[in-house]
């Protein structure tokens, strides 16, 4: 089944413990993006890759980190969580203009 | 950056009334896509227009599309239970899609 898969689906953790939400696609995209959606303001681009080592910031980057070391793989690294960057993550692998979206991944930082 | 801005914010309706959503935009676009959201869910693509299309159809969705007044509509025929989400249009912009802050539409038995 053709699917992009994000792990974990929820997690709380706490100020500056660093942690990673992990994305894969099955569908051997090329473009993967991450996005945050919070009350109010909708979904916020955090960054995009086109290909494998190509990554660039989106709207909203600050906090983060990410890699694309395989095509399939988009991993979201928070280096040092703070709590203005609770929310619902996304993330979205693209075809022909089309996004396919993973489940979310619900992120509490106490 | 641009931002697609839909309206109204929330709709309640009946089973099998229709249901129209609008959003609004600010720049040029190649193409304009819908998206719905079930609650806490990822959002799943609805249908794409291009910008040299005007309407389009799928199943009981039709949508439509006035790059004069850089706007476009979602119209939910005989809606269901079911159909109850958030959704969204999604601009494009240069390597990204751009959405709006969505319609939140319920739909009571």
């Known amino acids: 089944e053709a699917q992009v898969t994000q792990n974990p689906r929820y997690l709380i953790t706490v100020t500056g413990k660093k942690l990673t939400v992990t994305c894969s696609q099955n569908?051997?995209?090329?473009?993967m993006s991450w996005y945050r959606q919070d009350p109010g303001l909708g979904l916020r681009q955090i960054y995009y890759?086109?290909?494998?080592?190509?990554?660039d910031k989106g709207d909203v980057p600050e906090g983060y980190k990410v890699s694309r070391k395989e095509k399939r793989n988009f991993p979201l690294i928070l280096e040092s969580p703070s709590p203005n960057q609770t929310s619902l993550y996304f993330c979205?692998?693209?075809?022909?203009?089309?996004?396919?979206f993973g489940e979310g991944s619900r992120l509490t930082v106490l | 950056s641009q931002q697609g801005e839909e309206d109204p914010q929330a709709l309640s309706i009946q089973e099998g009334e229709n249901a129209t959503m609008n959003c609004s935009y600010k720049?040029?676009?190649?193409?304009l896509q819908w998206y719905r959201q079930n609650s806490g869910r990822g959002l799943v693509h609805l249908i794409l227009?291009?910008?040299?299309?005007r309407e389009k159809h799928s199943g009981r969705l039709r949508v439509t599309l006035d790059t004069s007044k850089k706007s476009s509509s979602l119209l939910i025929t005989a809606s269901r239970a079911a159909d109850t989400a958030s959704y969204f249009c999604?601009?494009?912009?240069?390597?990204?899609?751009?959405f709006g802050t969505g319609t939140r539409l319920q739909v009571f038995p």
């Open positions: 979205a692998s693209e075809n022909a203009g089309e996004l396919f």
């Open positions: 569908m051997n995209h090329e473009y």
């Open positions: 890759s086109m290909n494998v080592e190509v990554t």
């Open positions: 720049t040029s676009i190649n193409n």
């Open positions: 227009i291009r910008s040299n299309e």
């Open positions: 999604a601009t494009d912009d240069t390597d990204k899609l751009i």
